[in-house]
């Protein structure tokens, strides 16, 4: 038995319907945490951020004109405060408070030069 012409359109429109909404779902995916906070290096030299307490490790090293996403922290706070370093190890800035979602850290700037 061969479906009727209208039968085998409601078909077709079904598929391609479930087709569209599975490339939407797809390309919401490909699409990445752009709501992740992020750090943006505006200095003249590449930047290593870590967190304030000491011993623990470096997050990101961010090149001079980039910027960083912290995509481990797409939906939440980080749990601390960060500080950023140039090359010499000197401090450039430090967070006020932990970022969150949709925050940009914007590092302009260097260190004035030790006497």
Do not use: H
């Not at 200095?43 to 490790?57: A, F, K, N």
């Not at 925050?103 to 260190?111: A, T």
């Amino acid at each position: 038995m061969t479906p009727s012409p209208a039968a085998t359109r409601t078909i077709q429109m079904r598929i391609l319907g479930m087709l569209a909404a599975s490339m939407l779902l797809v390309g919401c995916v490909l699409d990445g945490p752009t709501d992740a906070p992020r750090v943006s290096n505006r200095t003249g030299s590449p930047i290593e951020v870590q967190w304030t307490e000491p011993g623990l490790p470096a997050l990101a090293s961010v090149a001079s004109g980039q910027t960083y996403l912290f995509t481990a922290y797409p939906t939440t706070c980080l749990p601390g405060n960060l500080v950023a370093k140039d090359p010499q190890g000197r401090e450039v800035a430090r967070t006020e408070k932990p970022l969150c979602p949709t925050d940009d850290w914007i590092i302009e700037g260097s260190p004035a030069p030790p006497d």
